[in-house]
């Protein structure tokens, strides 16, 4: 499972744990565990708690509430005895100041931190996304060197009983293994292209990159996109390509072939090929007369 996927679970994990916790608040509702731990009824005087059953109303504008001020507050009565011995009642609030504990939370600071919570987890994990799409890849993967196996074992595979090549294509380097014979007289002879009579073209076409087939008629490489052709070794021969097919340094270790994809070799069009083109057929002129 990739980063990517992860952080889109965690993202909806978050998102219903918010949508639940919204709810709980809005209905007043809290959990079993926290409701016996805090035991909130038996702080609140039975005055209190019947107005505040019969007037509660979530929509309606907030009131002095005085569960957030930490007190509780006491009506006590008291009794005067006029001098006309009348007797007047006279009531009095007391307020007593109550520990934080005793309080609890209110559903305000419950949907605040609730909120704070979702949103900061939220911002990590697109941090974290963010992070792991810039990081560059330590080892591994496109962009390091690629061990493409044995060299006998490629070339075996490369050459064909009747003469004919077809590419070892080898995809975590994103390039074809193609022979090459080196008379040093040739463009890529000091460029560290060519290893042990192997190179490795990169796949893409240099006119817009679009991935160039093999085609095994012609001996070489045509694109479908908009008909540029190389020979077998990423030659230029015709087409709206400025140059050849892009190659990488090659290198040989323990008897196999290592392609360093982090380093793309560039080179210009040649006076003349290395290699004959075409040996056969275009495929690309085989697919227009199907049609």
């Not at 039975?46 to 507050?73: C, G, H, Q, R, W």
């Amino acid at each position: 499972m990739t980063l990517v996927e992860l952080s889109f679970i965690a993202i909806a994990f978050i998102g219903i744990f918010g949508v639940v916790g919204i709810a709980a608040v809005v209905t007043g509702r809290t959990p079993k565990t926290v409701t016996k731990k805090l035991n909130w009824k038996k702080n609140l005087d039975k005055k209190a708690l019947k107005a505040d059953k019969s007037s509660t109303n979530f929509l309606a504008p907030d009131e002095p509430d005085i569960e957030e001020e930490n007190v509780s507050e006491d009506i006590e009565q008291e009794e005067e005895i006029q001098t006309d011995g009348s007797i007047s009642i006279k009531e009095e609030i007391i307020y007593e100041e109550i520990s934080e504990e005793e309080a609890g939370m209110t559903r305000r600071q419950f949907l605040g931190k609730a909120l704070g919570i979702t949103f900061g987890a939220f911002a990590g994990i697109q941090l974290i996304s963010w992070l792991g799409f810039f990081y560059p890849k330590v080892s591994g993967g496109f962009g390091s060197k690629i061990d493409a196996g044995r060299i006998d074992d490629l070339k075996d595979q490369i050459f064909q009983s009747d003469g004919s090549v077809i590419p070892a294509f080898i995809p975590e380097a994103r390039a074809y293994v193609l022979p090459f014979d080196d008379n040093g007289q040739s463009q890529f002879s000091d460029s560290g292209t060519i290893a042990d009579g192997l190179v490795a073209v990169y796949q893409r076409c240099v006119h817009l990159g679009c991935r160039v087939p093999w085609c095994n008629t012609s001996q070489g490489f045509e694109c479908p996109c908009h008909g540029s052709k190389y020979n077998m070794v990423g030659e230029y021969y015709a087409g709206p390509a400025p140059r050849n097919l892009d190659r990488f340094i090659v290198s040989v270790s323990g008897g196999k072939l290592i392609i360093d994809t982090g380093s793309v070799i560039e080179s210009p069009r040649a006076d003349g090929m290395s290699v004959k083109y075409p040996q056969g057929l275009s495929c690309i002129t085989i697919a227009e007369t199907e049609e």
